[in-house]
T-cell receptor, first 115, second 116 residues
Framework: AQKVTQAQTEISVVEKEDVTLDCVYE???????LFWYKQPPSGELVFLIRRNSFDEQNEISGRYSWNFQKSTSSFNFTITASQVVDSAVYFCALSEPYNNNDMRFGAGTRLTVKP | DTAVSQTPKYLVTQMGNDKSIKCEQNLGHDTMYWYKQDSKKFLKIMFS???????INETVPNRFSPKSPDKAHLNLHINSLELGDSAVYFC???????????????FGEGSRLTVL
């Protein structure tokens, strides 16, 4: 079964610092999808990005960027110039289409951005 | 218009009781899920239904029984509640299953269950 590891349990930064959240995954499939979700203190789960295994292009969306490297099985997430509103738990997830799209989440990284 | 809605949002009950959580999605998705999030924020899949058919059934006690009357609804019934069942239960839906490209999950707001 697939596995997602987010080794950083908690990260604390000061506003305007850049921060990278790590995600390492394991899968036997050649076709798979990676996701990041944000869970702010209010509790809802917000979709941030989906990336398929055939597309290793990095993606940037405003202050957010993602670095997908198949060679190291990593899909890291960087927030540039962090803001207090970025404080949340961030989850990385992996879905395997040949396994009924069973989506497995990492344990999450709690990011605290201090003013 | 809420995309994925769950009721109730909060549920406090005694050990041994039976309770249900309802979930409805108006996105036209064909796959629905139940996830459990424990106090350490760990999200674990419990069940997944595609067009009313159970396709993922993780190692969950028999006291948990999902029911999908149609593809827009997925309810969760829990019998003989135990202290360890206290958690936030999230319903989610997505378009795409099986060998099709999976869409992202759209989550409900969660139902916080507290068993006393």
């Amino acid at each position: 079964a697939q596995k997602v590891t987010q080794a950083q349990t908690e990260i604390s930064v000061v506003e305007k610092e850049d921060v990278t959240l790590d995600c390492v995954y394991e899968t036997r499939d050649t076709t798979y999808y990676l996701f990041w979700y944000k869970q702010p203190p209010s509790g809802e789960l917000v979709f941030l990005i989906r990336r398929n295994s055939f597309d290793e292009q990095n993606e940037i969306s405003g202050r957010y960027s993602w670095n997908f490297q198949k060679s190291t099985s990593s899909f890291n997430f960087t927030i540039t110039a962090s803001q207090v509103v970025d404080s949340a738990v961030y989850f990385c997830a992996l879905s395997e289409p040949y396994n009924n799209n069973d989506m497995r989440f990492g344990a999450g990284t709690r990011l605290t951005v201090k003013p | 218009d809420t995309a994925v809605s769950q009721t109730p949002k909060y549920l406090v009950t005694q050990m041994g009781n039976d309770k249900s959580i309802k979930c409805e999605q108006n996105l036209g998705h064909d796959t629905m899920y139940w996830y459990k999030q424990d106090s350490k924020k760990f999200l674990k899949i419990m069940f997944s239904y595609n067009n009313k058919e159970l396709i993922i059934n993780e190692t969950v006690p028999n006291r948990f029984s999902p029911k999908s009357p149609d593809k827009a609804h997925l309810n969760l019934h829990i019998n003989s509640l135990e202290l360890g069942d206290s958690a936030v239960y999230f319903c989610a839906s997505s378009q795409g299953s099986g060998r099709h490209q999976p869409g992202e999950l759209f989550f409900g707001e969660g139902s916080r269950l507290t068993v006393l």
